[in-house]
């Protein structure tokens, strides 16, 4: 059986007797200084261990979402009517959709950008368009003399944008009620001259023979729908378009009409622009955490103002230019990589320029073929913990090594003094 004087020899830690040991001034300062350094540099160490480090590069693109790209919009255009408004896609391997309205919605807006009715439905699709031969004009009573000058004022009470527009006064007149809501019905038939006959034999056959001074608002056929409150259209919704160079864009487009390019103004106010899926606040603030810049070119053109004010003369087409770059952030997660985050940041460049053409908004982007990498790097508790310990070893010695220096040289300094008085 083992002794214990025997396990006590094994003592590392030998202590002295108290009454041989002896305590100073200067002990006591550098034992308060020790335990100050302490106390910091491990302040220190802990705040470099939840401190989140991360280290980037750049990889080839390898997206997990697919081979197409969600673009989520909503713009205001002062100037376009919803009735002519159309969103459409192209791109470099052929593609070529028009008129896309099954993830669009438009609300009609005043100049101000005010909301001024509901949301905006289109009239149903046309067929091909047959005009006939052009026929001698009669001035009949009720109609309007035309001029230059007054054709430029009614066309623009009414926010004649194409060409043929027709409009059904009910009552003889354009009266505006409050809010800016119009006395008169839009058509949105065919333009063929059989279609346009019936169409106003049903007109006439709606009115009371009786009193032909009142319309019945309520018995309007299929190819009649309420004319848009006002020139200008708030357009919202979301796009899917290949990860390929192609082109976003916003026109006027009617198969029944013909436009005079010389009154289009493509003037828009962007609410928002983003590429790829919808980042919530809250997941793209934790992703913050990591890399504060991230974001930053998430929406880049969200709240800008592109208006012309007929400075360059008609004719003015605005494109944008977007460099679209890919951004994942992937973190440790029970000692397995998680993508915390995939977000698409854009550079954008835009001018003003004319054309002999229609004017658009023309959104070209572009997606690089690679992307950023950012990983965050984990810290590992064990090396914390060593760090710690050798914080107070280290600063123990040290103080340790220090004081027995300045005791040593306190009594040496004391002798000789001694030694001089006698």
């Not at 001259?193 to 608002?217: F, G, I, N, R």
């Not at 004719?315 to 440790?332: A, D, F, G, R, S």
């Not at 984990?378 to 070893?393: D, Y």
């Amino acid at each position: 059986m083992i002794s214990s004087s025997k396990i006590k020899s094994v003592d590392f830690y030998r202590k002295i007797p108290r009454d041989l040991t002896e305590a100073s001034l200067s002990g006591a300062g550098l034992s308060i200084i020790a335990a100050l350094a302490m106390m910091f540099l491990f302040g220190m160490e802990l705040n470099n261990y939840l401190a989140v480090s991360t280290t980037t590069s750049v990889i080839v693109d390898n997206s997990s979402d697919g081979d197409f790209l969600r673009i989520d919009f909503n713009m205001s255009f002062p100037a376009l009517s919803c009735e002519f408004a159309s969103v459409d896609v192209s791109d470099v391997l052929g593609t070529n959709r028009l008129n896309i309205t099954k993830t669009i919605r438009k609300f009609s807006i005043d100049p101000h950008l005010r909301p001024t009715g509901a949301e905006f439905h289109s009239g149903p699709v046309l067929h091909s368009i047959k005009h006939g031969d052009e026929v001698d004009e009669e001035t009949v009573e009720g109609a309007v003399p035309l001029n230059g000058v007054s054709f430029d004022k009614l066309s623009h009470l009414h926010h004649i944008q194409g060409y043929p527009s027709i409009r059904i006064f009910r009552k003889g007149s354009d009266l505006r009620e409050d809010h800016g809501h119009h006395e008169h019905e839009s058509y949105y038939g065919d333009r063929d001259a059989e279609t346009l006959v019936k169409a106003m034999e049903d007109l006439v056959a709606s009115v009371p023979q009786e009193s032909q001074m009142l319309a019945l608002e309520d018995k309007s056929n299929v190819l009649k729908l309420p004319a848009p409150l006002t020139g200008g259209c708030r357009i919202e919704g979301y796009v899917r378009v290949k990860k390929v160079p192609g082109n976003l864009i916003i026109s006027a487009r009617s198969g029944a009409h013909s436009f005079d390019a010389s009154k289009m103004n493509m003037s828009h106010v962007i609410s928002h622009l983003s590429f790829g899926k919808t980042i919530s606040p809250w997941l793209l603030s934790n992703a913050k955490r990591l890399i504060p810049h991230l974001g930053r070119s998430h929406d880049r053109l969200n709240g800008r103002s592109f208006i012309n004010h007929r400075d360059l003369d008609a004719n003015v087409t605005i494109e944008h230019y977007l460099q679209i770059v890919k951004t994942e952030v992937v973190t440790m997660k029970s000692s397995r990589e998680h993508t915390l985050i995939e977000e698409y940041e854009y550079t954008a460049h835009s001018s003003l320029a004319q054309s002999i053409y229609i004017p658009v908004v023309k959104f070209h982007f572009e997606l690089s073929p690679m992307q950023v990498l950012i990983t965050e790097n984990p810290k590992s508790f064990s090396h914390f913990l060593t760090n710690v310990c050798a914080i107070i070893g280290g600063v123990f010695t040290v103080a340790g090594i220090l004081d027995s220096i300045l005791h040593n040289t306190i009594r040496v300094m004391k002798k000789v003094e001694l030694g001089k008085n006698h």
